[in-house]
């Protein structure tokens, strides 16, 4: 079971984007793609997985680039008296993304049909992609390495949601023979392909999306929303406890625990 200095290393690694310049440099480094690299997204529900499995949590850690995404890392952050930064939701980073590339030839694995060949069609028309391969979220691992090693994507888009996504997208880093990135979209196909509603602008930029999902699909979101609240806070105030605080080092606040 991870311990919470596992848990505050893992929040060290979200890359803090404050200002359009640092998010354009962000951009400009994952189109170019020299070599594999996978992208993840960090919000509260990954961070309680993550408190949970050693497995989980090595799953994540083997990402390149990871960036936060929602108001509770926010909060845990501003707790922990870090910047932090902008909101970089996957649902509204990756479309912009897949924009910016020249076209590429992507690879969408997740969700369902018919979502997932309705979400495929956005996605090609992002930035006039080719979508090489779409496949369900539901295959064994093998499934998904063999068909990036036959159709050689440049862009892989995991939709399986967490942490199967991060597991899938570590074995094929380790797999795939060419450079591609891999991108942790978790509903990101449902979104594009309009099975799962966006809130209204007003509330998404207050921070409260979780919040209009939540009222939509009480039932299914209970649990990660308020009993995973619970849990969240509960592993921020430790962590709050344990940081390092201004001029001390890590190994001192740490040995405190």
Not at 22 to 42: A, K
Not at 217 to 236: D, K, N, Q, S, W
Request: net charge positive; hydrophobic share 45%.
């Amino acid at each position: 079971m991870p311990n919470p200095p596992d848990i505050l290393s893992l929040l060290d690694r979200i890359r803090c984007i404050t200002t359009e310049e640092e998010r354009n440099s962000l951009v400009d480094s994952l189109v170019s793609i020299e070599r594999t690299s996978i992208l993840s997204f960090v919000n509260a529900h990954a961070v309680n997985l993550c408190s949970g499995s050693d497995e989980v949590l090595t799953a994540f850690r083997g990402a390149d680039v990871i960036l936060r995404d929602g108001i509770g890392v926010k909060a845990a952050f501003t707790a922990l008296g870090r910047e932090p930064g902008w909101n970089m939701n996957g649902t509204d980073f990756i479309p912009a993304l897949l924009t910016a590339m020249a076209p590429k030839r992507v690879a969408v694995f997740g969700t369902s049909e018919p979502w997932l060949s309705r979400g495929a069609e956005r996605i090609a028309l992002a930035g006039g992609h080719t979508v090489v391969e779409r496949m369900d979220g539901f295959q064994p691992i093998d499934a998904y390495v063999e068909s990036a090693r036959r159709c050689r994507p440049d862009v892989i888009l995991l939709a399986m949601g967490m942490p199967r996504q991060e597991v899938v997208a570590n074995t094929l880093k380790t797999a795939i023979e060419r450079p591609a990135l891999i991108i942790n979209g978790g509903a990101i196909v449902d979104f594009l392909a309009g099975r799962v509603e966006r809130a209204p602008l007003p509330i998404q930029r207050i921070g409260l999306e979780w919040l209009y999902r939540l009222a939509r699909e009480p039932r299914r979101l209970f649990g990660r929303y308020v009993i995973g609240g619970v849990l969240f806070a509960h592993t921020i105030l430790t962590l709050r406890r344990i940081a390092p605080r201004p001029g001390a080092t890590a190994a001192h606040a740490y040995k405190e625990l």
